[in-house]
């Protein structure tokens, strides 16, 4: 009967450093034009601005107003690891605040992101740690013990997020990139942000950006019609 309540698996194998320290290098506005898996919807926001985290992902679902799997689960947790909560469809009580952030950053904990709300957002700020959720709430979790899953697939704003999967989390949103796709996604990622910075010198050297990206050409060639 256990099992049925509370779904414990081992923390995941982290991803080298050497590949979370290029992702940290890129944007997930620049893998948007490119990849379209693992986006968290636009409403997960950070709660702090300039902020950018890559890092290995640890997975959390608790349901409602319970958060004691939370608290149990935290302390497994630590550097390198980002924490990615679902809230089984919750979006009114508040599972992560000034505690759960204080105990988070005193374990090293590289950021955290609820599919739903938080609380005491000053504590965060003041804590400087990065969050990303739908908003703030007052209304919070309780002790229930009615449980939950820890390191078991979960869904993140509508993206499916396995334990194990790197992270890039900015202030465009958060993105989540399975391990076998994350070469390929950190060298076009890559190659791409080359580019941008070519075209962004053009731009302000005076070339028009209709003209550039051949979309002038594109209506023109309608016009003439």
């Given at each position: 009967?256990?099992?049925?309540?509370?779904?414990?698996?081992?923390?995941?194998?982290?991803?080298?450093?050497?590949?979370?320290?290029?992702?940290?290098?890129?944007?997930?506005?620049?893998?948007?034009?490119?990849?379209?898996?693992?986006?968290?919807?636009p409403a997960i926001q950070p709660v702090l601005q300039g902020k950018v985290i890559a890092a290995t992902v640890a997975t959390l679902a608790i349901p409602g107003l319970d958060s004691?799997?939370?608290?149990?689960?935290?302390?497994?947790?630590?550097?390198?690891?980002?924490?990615?909560?679902?809230?089984?469809g919750d979006t009114k009580y508040a599972c992560w605040g000034g505690g759960v952030t204080r105990m988070a950053a005193m374990i090293g904990l590289e950021?955290?992101?609820?599919?739903?709300?938080?609380?005491?957002?000053?504590?965060?700020i003041e804590q400087d740690?990065?969050?990303?959720?739908?908003?703030?709430?007052?209304?919070?979790?309780?002790?229930?013990?009615?449980?939950?899953?820890?390191?078991?697939?979960?869904?993140?704003?509508?993206?499916?997020?396995?334990?194990?999967?790197a992270v890039l989390a900015d202030e465009s949103g958060v993105l989540f990139i399975a391990p076998d796709d994350l070469d390929e996604v950190i060298e076009q990622?890559?190659?791409?942000?080359?580019?941008?910075?070519?075209?962004?010198?053009?731009?302000?050297?005076g070339t028009h950006l209709g003209t550039m990206s051949g979309a002038s050409a594109m209506v023109q060639a309608k016009l003439d019609v």
């Open positions: 009967m256990s099992n049925l309540v509370y779904k414990m698996s081992p923390m995941p194998a982290p991803i080298p450093q050497d590949k979370l320290d290029r992702l940290a290098k890129l944007e997930t506005a620049t893998i948007g034009h490119f990849y379209h898996f693992g986006f968290a919807t004691t799997l939370l608290h149990h689960c935290l302390s497994q947790c630590g550097p390198g690891y980002f924490l990615a909560v679902d809230r089984l950021g955290g992101c609820v599919d739903g709300p938080h609380t005491d957002t000053a504590e965060i740690f990065p969050m990303w959720s739908r908003g703030a709430s007052p209304v919070t979790t309780r002790l229930y013990d009615s449980g939950g899953g820890f390191n078991v697939p979960v869904c993140i704003g509508g993206a499916a997020v396995l334990p194990g999967y990622a890559e190659i791409k942000t080359a580019r941008g910075l070519v075209n962004e010198a053009k731009i302000t050297d």
